[in-house]
């Protein structure tokens, strides 16, 4: 007999519908039932059911538009089996999660597992759990401090059923705030949900759980934990277009959380546990999230109708939730609910004075402070009309197309600008510009003060752009990759990356583009409206200069390379999923260089150059005289140049290289992981790249054996490519954005 349904709500988001459904598709425990409430989708979502008939899954259809709450309810209703779950359409379940949660099941009334939160789909979920190092002392720290903190609740209520406790403790207590007080992840026995007439409140949006969930902690009498039991939750890093609830700015936010407390009251024993817990978190989100905007919001209604709103619901209080608070927090919740607001600010002063005082004195701001001065000080002084600042990669070198741009506008009108370059350690720049150090006090004064800045990645977070200033965004490649909004999952450093460029790419009043693709793909990834330069690329004009072979045999002596020899250059991309930190990614060279070398080391030399987010330095020892690590090099436009043969990845290097119409070799062994999980193309590299894929270093060195007659079978889509994607450039993209922006 099936003993479990699967309560599944669902309105919007198809693709996360079907992860969650291919989930359950994947369980171990297979005796489930699944209850599809639907709650008025845009979309019909027959397509997507198509692949999932082999679950034993029933659809009920709302009759009109009301929310979660009213679908749970729905679920809970319609449910026929002893137990039940509940499993939200934008999260999954792991293969073991039911059958962890039924194995010892009992005729609990609440069997309650853990939630994780993850940016991630499932796939790269489980690749990170797999890779995370686990530190067995840190490990047995945490869970003896985790004992600590469940042996404090059982010792202050201690009146009361200790496995109850147990259960408030993982369920309320230890997550923090409000949102993350959850129905979800836990089994529930339907019985007893009905019996005490145990439903969600559905007038409330955003917070019924909690609601739920107190009374459920209330009620029960048998628990039982399941540690391993996992409900993954994911948060929507598109917040723009796909908000979550969470993630939903609303004015009823603030009303809801002081409404459902008042609620939960009803059904709670004023001196119960509960009760005393729910109460405890209400005054924590007052005492250390709600003073923040009292203190700083621009926004009246903190300290007037918000303010009186929560001094009514806190001084209802149970008398216990107050009596035991901390010194401090006293002298935040005292004045509160006397409703003196002026006293409420003093000691809010009090607190933050202490507390940013201590900080600096504990050097903690330390590498912070040129941001307050960047706030307080510069963003006052005017702007100088005459001074630009230039950026490439995040300060790294001195190259892209900012360089070029830096070098025309000085040929075109010398004297006329004051230029500035954020760069670290030492670069040879000409014309004598002035250089600060990224992310220090000079560069905090200059990012307020320039009139026009030039970037070629993004402006740091922390900017703000000023009325009357310029912002010149050069971006550095076509993107072959899927970039912010068109990528489904952001596996790279910060989830908030979306929601992050939403608001960056708002400041750019200008953005470069290489070709009529680029221009199409920035509108929709960026979702930028500003004006397009569809001049080519800067960084691309060196490559139509009319001395380039002169140029190369130069830079072959600076760089000791002999000029004998065909060079090949290999020049990768890095990996979203493989790194140490931030912006410090790991690269494993998967070529053969000592095959390489015997095989080629004759007629040709190996140029290697890695991302510069990469942080692994490349072993060429025993390789001398055959391999030259470039990785260092500022300047890979001026590479190209020296380059008889380009060998890459999923880089943004062939469309530049492809300007010189010279043969292009894709290493690609882990193309179906970077398509299908870490990013996905634009196009088509089977079809539309100018030269084959090769998948072993044996087919990398055949192919340069060959070069010839790869040529010559690459001609035709060489030459297609080469009119869509090099059509823009013609040498003189950095003098036609001079002239647009600057003249
Ligand atoms: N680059 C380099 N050496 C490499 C790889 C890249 O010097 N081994 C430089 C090239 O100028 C390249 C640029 O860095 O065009 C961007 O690198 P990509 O590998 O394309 O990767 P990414 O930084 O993710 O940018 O729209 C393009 C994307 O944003 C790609």
Redesign the pocket.
């Known amino acids: 007999m099936t003993d479990l349904t699967v309560i599944l709500p669902f309105h919007d988001y198809p693709h996360y519908l079907k992860e969650a459904l291919r989930s359950l598709k994947e369980s171990q425990y297979s005796n489930f039932k699944v209850l599809l409430i639907l709650d008025h989708p845009p979309v019909d979502i027959t397509p997507v059911l198509e692949d999932f008939s082999e679950l034993d899954l029933k659809v009920i259809q709302l009759e009109e538009k009301k929310g979660t709450a009213a679908c749970r309810n729905a679920g809970i209703r319609a449910c026929e089996t002893n137990y039940l779950y509940f499993l939200d359409s934008d999260d999954y379940v792991l293969e073991s999660t039911f059958s962890k949660l039924m194995e010892n099941v009992q005729e609990q009334d609440l069997v309650y597992g853990t939630v994780r939160n993850t940016w991630n789909n499932k796939a790269n979920f489980i690749e990170k759990i797999q890779k995370e190092e686990i530190d067995e002392e840190d490990q047995l720290e945490k869970e003896q401090a985790r004992q600590e903190k469940i042996q404090s609740a059982l010792d202050r209520f201690s009146q009361s059923d200790p496995q109850q406790i147990k259960a408030l403790y993982h369920t309320l207590i230890k997550r923090s705030g409000f949102q993350k007080v959850t129905c979800l992840g836990n089994l529930y026995r339907t019985k007893f949900l009905v019996e005490n007439d145990l439903y969600f409140e559905e007038d409330l949006r955003y917070f019924s759980d909690q609601i739920f969930l107190s009374r459920v902690l209330e009620k029960a009498r048998t628990f039982l934990e399941a540690p391993d039991a996992w409900y993954v939750k994911r948060k929507h890093n598109d917040p723009i277009h796909e908000p979550s609830l969470d993630q939903e700015d609303s004015e009823d936010r603030f009303e809801e959380r002081c409404r459902s407390v008042e609620i939960a009251r009803n059904y709670l024993d004023q001196n119960g546990p509960v009760r005393y817990s729910l109460d405890r978190k209400l005054i924590r989100y007052y005492s250390k999230q709600m003073i923040r905007h009292i203190r700083r919001s621009k926004e009246e209604k903190w300290r007037t109708t918000y303010f009186e709103r929560i001094q009514k619901t806190i001084a209802d209080s149970a008398p216990q939730a107050l009596d035991e608070l901390s010194r401090s927090t006293k002298r935040l919740v005292l004045p509160l609910i006397e409703g003196d607001l002026k006293g409420v600010q003093r000691a809010i002063r009090w607190r933050f004075g202490k507390g940013k005082l201590a900080s600096i004195l504990k050097k903690k701001n330390k590498n912070t402070l040129y941001k307050l001065a960047y706030y307080h000080r510069y963003l006052k002084l005017p702007i100088k009309e005459n001074v630009v600042l230039f950026e490439t ?1 995040m300060a790294k070198n001195y ?2 197309s900012p360089k070029y741009i830096y070098e025309a506008l000085q040929k075109m009108a010398p004297g006329k600008y004051e230029c500035v370059w954020a760069i670290n350690g030492n670069h040879d720049i000409p014309y004598g510009a002035k250089c600060v150090k990224r992310f220090s006090f000079q560069y905090a004064y200059y990012l307020a003060v320039s009139k026009y800045l030039v970037f070629n ?1 993004r402006q740091p977070l922390w900017y703000r752009k000023r009325e009357g200033q310029v912002f010149l965004e050069t ?7 899927r ?1 912010v909004f068109d990528q489904e999952e952001v596996t790279s450093a910060s989830p908030k990356y979306k929601e992050q460029f939403y608001r960056q790419r708002q400041e750019w009043d200008y953005l470069v583009s290489a070709n009529p693709f ?1 221009s199409k ?1 920035f509108r929709s990834c960026f979702l930028y409206e500003g004006k397009m330069l569809e001049y080519g690329y800067p ?1 691309n004009d060196i490559l139509y200069a009319p001395n380039i072979d002169q140029k190369a045999q130069m830079l072959k002596e600076k760089l000791g390379i002999p000029k004998d020899k065909k060079t090949i250059l ?5 990996r979203d999923d493989e790194h140490y930190g931030k912006g410090e990614y790991k690269f494993t060279l998967a070529l053969d260089l000592q095959k390489m070398k015997t095989l080629l080391g004759k007629d040709y030399v190996l140029l290697l ?6 942080a692994d330095k490349i072993d060429t020892t025993g390789l001398e005289g055959f391999a030259y690590n470039l ?1 260092s090099y500022d ?3 001026e ?1 190209y140049l020296i380059t008889d043969i380009c060998i ?1 990845d ?4 062939f ?2 290289f492809a300007n010189l119409k010279r043969p292009i070799l894709f290493y690609t062994y882990d193309i179906e992981k970077y398509k299908n999980q870490l990013r996905g193309f634009y196009i088509d590299m089977h079809t539309e790249v100018p030269g084959p894929l090769l998948y072993t270093s044996e087919e990398v060195i055949d192919s340069i054996l060959h070069i010839d007659q790869i040529q010559k079978r690459y001609a035709k889509r060489y030459e297609e490519f080469y009119d869509r994607f090099c059509c823009f450039d013609d040498g003189h993209a950095s003098e036609n954005i001079v002239k647009e922006v600057f003249q």
């Open positions: 990669f190259s892209d990645v971006w550095h490649g076509t993107p072959l990759k970039l680029s793909t960084r290999y020049a990768p991309t890095w150059r890695t991302h510069h987010y990469i990785s300047d890979i436009s590479i890459t999923y880089s943004s290097v469309f530049d």
